[in-house]
């Protein structure tokens, strides 16, 4: 399996669509990455494609210096059984209005 990067977003590439996307953007005011959604099609599920694309995200955040708000409930699940990834978790992992 392999993760590519595009613009805003980490994806696993099928023949014809997307098997596994994270998608991100970064928060205008602090700069954080805010994952917004996680999506792992029927073929991938259970093959730990969604923990790769967190992690592919928390590795862009410790290369880049930035933190993450995981907005997504996947991603957030994630947050909480990888307590190695507290060191990029922006606060208390919510977002601030």
Same mark, same amino acid.
């Given at each position: 399996? /392999?993760?590519?990067?595009? +613009?805003?977003?980490?994806?696993?590439?099928?023949? #014809? !669509? #997307?098997?596994? +996307?994270?998608?991100?953007?970064? @928060?205008?005011?602090?700069? @954080?990455?805010?994952? @917004?959604?996680? *999506?792992?099609? +029927? +073929?991938? =599920?259970?093959?730990?494609?969604?923990?790769?694309?967190? !992690?592919?995200?928390? #590795? /862009?955040? =410790?290369?880049?210096?930035? /933190?993450?708000?995981?907005?997504?409930?996947?991603?957030?699940? %994630? *947050? !909480? /059984?990888?307590?190695?990834? %507290? @060191?990029?978790?922006?606060?208390?992992?919510?977002?601030?209005?």
């Amino acid at each position: 399996m /392999k993760i590519q990067h595009g +613009e805003g977003r980490f994806f696993v590439a099928g023949d #014809d !669509k #997307d098997l596994a +996307e994270i998608t991100y953007a970064a @928060d205008e005011t602090t700069g @954080d990455l805010v994952i @917004d959604h996680t *999506f792992v099609s +029927e +073929e991938l =599920r259970g093959q730990g494609a969604g923990e790769d694309l967190v !992690k592919a995200v928390v #590795d /862009k955040a =410790r290369a880049e210096h930035l /933190k993450i708000v995981p907005e997504c409930s996947y991603a957030a699940h %994630q *947050f !909480k /059984k990888h307590p190695e990834y %507290q @060191d990029v978790l922006s606060g208390d992992g919510s977002r601030s209005s």
